[in-house]
Nanobody, 122 residues
């Protein structure tokens, strides 16, 4: 499975970005997630979505600002990021779950994309 993340870039504080992850057909029955990573820190869970989009889960730091969604017809998962803050700066990676659900544990995911860089300037 190849996961292709895109949509990152440079944005000012308070701005918005939408990330996309092209997941391919083999991910259509799997939960999907976004994680983020900065230099010297462990990978951090951001949001996940179940196979049919019926269940979503967010880390507390992004609740109310980020929205994860998926278009199963396009085999694509999105992360709409609003009210961005400098602390959101990171490489964002999409991942495919081993299961139909999502969740915050990285070990639940067995396929990872290459990441897309999001930089939020203050």
């Amino acid at each position: 499975v190849q996961l292709q993340a895109s949509g990152g870039g440079l944005v000012q504080t308070g701005g918005s970005l939408r990330l996309s992850c092209a997941a391919g057909r083999t991910a259509s029955n799997n939960g999907m997630a976004w994680f983020r990573q900065t230099a010297g820190k462990e990978r951090e869970f951001v949001a996940s979505i179940s196979w049919n989009g019926g269940a979503t889960y967010y880390t507390e730091a992004v609740k109310g600002r980020f929205t994860i969604s998926r278009d199963r017809a396009k085999n694509t998962v999105y992360l709409q990021m609003n009210s961005l803050k400098p602390e959101d700066t990171a490489v964002y990676l999409c991942a495919r779950s081993r299961y139909a659900t999502g969740g915050s544990q990285a070990e639940n995911y067995n396929a990872w994309g290459q990441g897309t860089l999001v930089t939020v300037s203050s």
